[in-house]
C-alpha cells in the first residue's frame, strides 16, 4: 500500500476512528487503526468488536492495499509532522514507513490488514435522517443518566423509540429517568431500538453542531448504522425489551414549583462542594410559598440558601442526590424550570407543558435536618 | 474577623498562596490558608514549615482577626459565587459565613488562626533587584535539570551565585548541568545561596513575564525572601557547599556542529515516540560533514533522520537521552545551536559565544546501531 494525503485529514481521521478503541481489550488487533486503500478511496477504521468507526479521507493511492497500524503511534508519528503532505507506504514484513519533506524515515511494524475487520457489510434500505446537531443534543439531554456498570446492559444502553414522526430517547440507571421527545420530519414505522450507551456517548463525540448537516440512521439484522460526512459509525443492537417507564411517571402531584434554573444549579453546585463523590449525603429542599430553601452541612463546610420561587400546592420537605438534580437541570433550556413533588418519598418530576421533556429522581431519605 | 473584598482579588490572592500548599503533608495546618486582617492590611497566607507565600489584598476591614481556612474548600466557595463582593465572617467557635449578593450563608469550619504561623519577621536590608522577566526566565531555563529526588538536597536545589554585577544560577541532576548567566542592573557583594528547587517551580508560576515590574530579592537569617506586586515569597535557604561545576565543564573539543534548533527537537520528538518513559534507549547520532543523521528503532517503530548542519573537526557516533536534550535545547533562544563533543563517551556541551549559556549532557553507551 502506497498512499499520499494531507497531515490534518489523517490526524481527524484517526481521532474520529480511535473513538471506537477500547483501550481496556487484550485483542491487539483492537488498538490498531486499519488503512484500506483500493478503488480510489481511502478509509480508516477502528472496532471494538460490536461497535466500530469508519471514516473516508481524501488523498492519492499509488499502491492499493491494506495494513493495520498501533493507533497511539500512528496518531504520534503523524501529529509529530510540520508539513502538510503525509506518505504512508507498506515494506517488507508490513513494516509501514511514514514520510514528509521534513522527515524521511519514521516507521511502525504494521500488522496484516486482512486479518482485521473492516466495516461489516450493512443494508441501509431502513433508514431515516435527523439532523447531527439533533442527534448530538437529545444524546447529550439524556445520556448521563444511563448505568456506568455494564452487568446490567438494559440500564447501561439508550431506549431510542420511532413513532410516526416522533423520536423518544429514554435513559435510567435506578435512581432516575430521562426522557426526552423530538420530532422527526417526516413519519416512520414505529420501531423500538437499545442502543448501547457507548456507542452513543462516542457518536455524540464526533457529530457537529451543525444543524444543516444530517446524519442517516439504518436499522438492518441488529445492527444500527449512523452514516454523516465522511463517516460511518455501526455498533449493535441491544436485544430485548426496555423498561415501561410509562407506567413510572406519575402526572398527578401534590407541590409545584417554579424556580430560575440557573439560581438553582448554581446553588446545588455550592452545596456539593461539601459533599464527597460518592456520600449519599442528600440537599435538603424545603419549599414554601415563594421560597425553595436548600440545606446541606458535611464536617467541611455547609450551606443554607434560600431561592426565590411561585409554589402552588402544598409545603413540603425532601433531600436529594444534588449531582443528579444538577445534571438533569442543565439538560434543560428553559430559563425558568417546573418541578412536581407527590411527597417527601416520591420522586419529583421536571417536565415542561409541552412535554418533549421529563426528568425524574428518586429522593433520598434524611434523619434530621440541622 | 469581618472582611469585605473583591471575588477575583480573593480568587487569585488563594490560587497564589497555595502554591506553598504541600498537598503530601500530614500537618492539617498546612492545608490551611490563613488570612489576617488588621490595622486596615488584609492578607492570606500559606506556608509548608520552610516556605511561606502571603499576598495582600483590597478590601474593608469591619472587624479585625485572623483565622484558618481549608484551602480547598475556601477556594471551591468563592469560585463558587457569581457576585463581585464577597464578605467573609467569623463567628462562634471559629465558623466562617461567606456572604455574596445571591448566597447567604455557606460556612466553613475554621481554625484559630493564632495557631499559625504566618509570615516570619525578615530583615530586608541587604537586597537586590531584578525584573519578574528575568527571574521567571532563568528559573524556567535551568529548574528542569534539578534532580526531583528530595534525598539529595543539593541536586533538588538550585544555585544563585551572584559575582558583582552577574548573577549565575546553576543546577544539575548526575546527568547533565545547566549555567545560566545573566547581568544585575546594579554591583552586589558576592555572594552563594542555594535554593530548594520546590520553592523556586512555585516562585517562576507565580511571577509575571512583566520585564517592568521589579522583584526586590533580600537575604536574612539562613532565608531568602522575594517580594513582587502583593506578594512576598519567603523560603529557607540550604546549608552547604554547591558542586564546583567550572572543574566539570571542559572547553576543548574534538567535534563541533552548528544545527538548526527546531528542526533537531522537532526530530528528538520524533524519536521519543518510541522509546518508553523511564527506558534509557538511546537516540544515536551520527555526525559527518553537512548531516546530523538521528536513529533510534524499538518495537514499536523506528526513525532514521537527517539534519543538515555545519561541521568541524571530527566525525563522531554518540547516544543520548532525547529527552535531556529536548529540555536543554527548549531552554536556548537561539535559531542555531552550537553542540561541542569530545568523543562518544564524553558529555556534551550546548553553549554559545557570549557565554552566557552551557547545558552539559551526558552521552549513554550504545551497543550496536542496527
Same mark, same amino acid.
Given at each position: 500500500?502506497?498512499?499520499?494525503?494531507?497531515?490534518?485529514?489523517?490526524?481527524?481521521?484517526?481521532?474520529?476512528?480511535?473513538? #471506537?478503541?477500547?483501550?481496556? *481489550?487484550?485483542?491487539?488487533?483492537?488498538?490498531?487503526?486499519?488503512?484500506?486503500?483500493?478503488?480510489?478511496?481511502?478509509?480508516?477504521?477502528?472496532?471494538?468488536?460490536?461497535?466500530?468507526?469508519?471514516?473516508?479521507?481524501?488523498?492519492?493511492?499509488?499502491?492499493?492495499?491494506?495494513?493495520?497500524?498501533?493507533?497511539?503511534?500512528?496518531?504520534?508519528?503523524?501529529?509529530?509532522?510540520?508539513?502538510?503532505?503525509?506518505?504512508?507506504?507498506?515494506?517488507?514484513?508490513?513494516?509501514?514507513?511514514?514520510?514528509?519533506?521534513?522527515?524521511?524515515?519514521?516507521?511502525?511494524?504494521?500488522?496484516?490488514?486482512?486479518?482485521?475487520?473492516?466495516?461489516?457489510?450493512?443494508?441501509?434500505?431502513?433508514?431515516?435522517?435527523?439532523s447531527e446537531f439533533s442527534l448530538k443534543q437529545?444524546?447529550n439531554?439524556?445520556?448521563?443518566?444511563?448505568?456506568?456498570?455494564?452487568?446490567?446492559?438494559?440500564?447501561?444502553?439508550? *431506549?431510542?423509540?420511532?413513532?410516526?414522526?416522533?423520536?423518544?430517547?429514554?435513559?435510567?440507571?435506578?435512581?432516575?429517568?430521562?426522557?426526552?421527545?423530538?420530532?422527526?420530519?417526516?413519519?416512520?414505522?414505529?420501531?423500538?431500538?437499545?442502543?448501547?450507551?457507548?456507542?452513543?456517548?462516542?457518536?455524540s463525540r464526533i457529530l457537529s453542531d451543525d444543524t444543516d448537516k444530517?446524519?442517516?440512521?439504518?436499522?438492518?439484522?441488529?445492527?444500527?448504522?449512523?452514516?454523516?460526512?465522511?463517516?460511518?459509525?455501526? *455498533?449493535?443492537?441491544?436485544?430485548?425489551?426496555?423498561?415501561?417507564?410509562?407506567?413510572?411517571?406519575?402526572?398527578?402531584?401534590?407541590?409545584?414549583?417554579?424556580?430560575?434554573?440557573?439560581?438553582?444549579?448554581?446553588?446545588?453546585?455550592?452545596?456539593?462542594?461539601?459533599?464527597?463523590?460518592?456520600?449519599?449525603?442528600?440537599?435538603?429542599?424545603?419549599?414554601?410559598?415563594?421560597?425553595?430553601?436548600?440545606?446541606?452541612?458535611?464536617?467541611?463546610?455547609?450551606?443554607?440558601?434560600?431561592?426565590?420561587?411561585?409554589?402552588?400546592?402544598?409545603?413540603?420537605?425532601?433531600?436529594?442526590?444534588?449531582?443528579?438534580?444538577?445534571?438533569?437541570?442543565? #439538560?434543560?433550556?428553559?430559563?425558568?424550570?417546573?418541578?412536581?413533588?407527590?411527597?417527601?418519598?416520591?420522586?419529583?418530576?421536571?417536565?415542561?407543558?409541552?412535554?418533549?421533556?421529563?426528568?425524574?429522581?428518586?429522593?433520598?431519605?434524611?434523619?434530621?435536618?440541622?
Amino acid at each position: 500500500m502506497k498512499i499520499t494525503s494531507q497531515k490534518a485529514d489523517l490526524q481527524s481521521a484517526i481521532a474520529i476512528c480511535s473513538r #471506537a478503541i477500547n483501550s481496556k *481489550s487484550t485483542l491487539n488487533m483492537h488498538d490498531c487503526v486499519l488503512i484500506d486503500a483500493k478503488d480510489g478511496r481511502i478509509s480508516l477504521t477502528a472496532s471494538d468488536s460490536d461497535f466500530v468507526i469508519e471514516t473516508v479521507i481524501e488523498g492519492n493511492i499509488e499502491e492499493s492495499g491494506r495494513i493495520a497500524l498501533e493507533a497511539t503511534y500512528l496518531d504520534k508519528v503523524i501529529r509529530s509532522l510540520k508539513d502538510n503532505e503525509v506518505t504512508i507506504e507498506t515494506k517488507e514484513n508490513y513494516r509501514t514507513v511514514i514520510t514528509s519533506a521534513s522527515s524521511k524515515n519514521a516507521a511502525l511494524p504494521g500488522k496484516d490488514g486482512t486479518d482485521f475487520n473492516g466495516m461489516p457489510p450493512v443494508d441501509r434500505t431502513d433508514s431515516l435522517k435527523i439532523s447531527e446537531f439533533s442527534l448530538k443534543q437529545i444524546i447529550n439531554q439524556t445520556i448521563f443518566s444511563i448505568s456506568p456498570n455494564d452487568s446490567n446492559v438494559l440500564m447501561s444502553s439508550e *431506549s431510542f423509540e420511532i413513532k410516526e414522526n416522533v423520536l423518544r430517547v429514554v435513559s435510567l440507571d435506578g435512581h432516575r429517568i430521562s426522557i426526552r421527545k423530538i420530532f422527526l420530519r417526516e413519519a416512520y414505522g414505529n420501531r423500538k431500538l437499545i442502543i448501547p450507551g457507548k456507542a452513543l456517548n462516542e457518536l455524540s463525540r464526533i457529530l457537529s453542531d451543525d444543524t444543516d448537516k444530517d446524519v442517516e440512521i439504518s436499522m438492518s439484522d441488529n445492527r444500527i448504522i449512523f452514516d454523516f460526512g465522511n463517516t460511518t459509525v455501526v *455498533s449493535q443492537l441491544v436485544d430485548g425489551t426496555y423498561f415501561d417507564v410509562d407506567q413510572m411517571i406519575m402526572t398527578d402531584y401534590e407541590t409545584k414549583v417554579s424556580v430560575n434554573r440557573e439560581a438553582l444549579i448554581e446553588c446545588l453546585e455550592r452545596a456539593r462542594i461539601f459533599i464527597r463523590d460518592g456520600d449519599s449525603k442528600p440537599v435538603i429542599f424545603s419549599i414554601t410559598d415563594n421560597n425553595v430553601n436548600i440545606k446541606v452541612k458535611s464536617a467541611v463546610g455547609s450551606i443554607d440558601d434560600d431561592i426565590p420561587a411561585q409554589k402552588t400546592g402544598k409545603d413540603i420537605m425532601i433531600g436529594f442526590n444534588a449531582k443528579f438534580l444538577v445534571e438533569s437541570l442543565r #439538560a434543560v433550556d428553559d430559563e425558568e424550570v417546573s418541578i412536581d413533588f407527590v411527597n417527601s418519598k416520591a420522586p419529583c418530576y421536571i417536565r415542561n407543558d409541552e412535554d418533549n421533556y421529563v426528568y425524574m429522581v428518586l429522593p433520598i431519605n434524611f434523619v434530621n435536618v440541622d
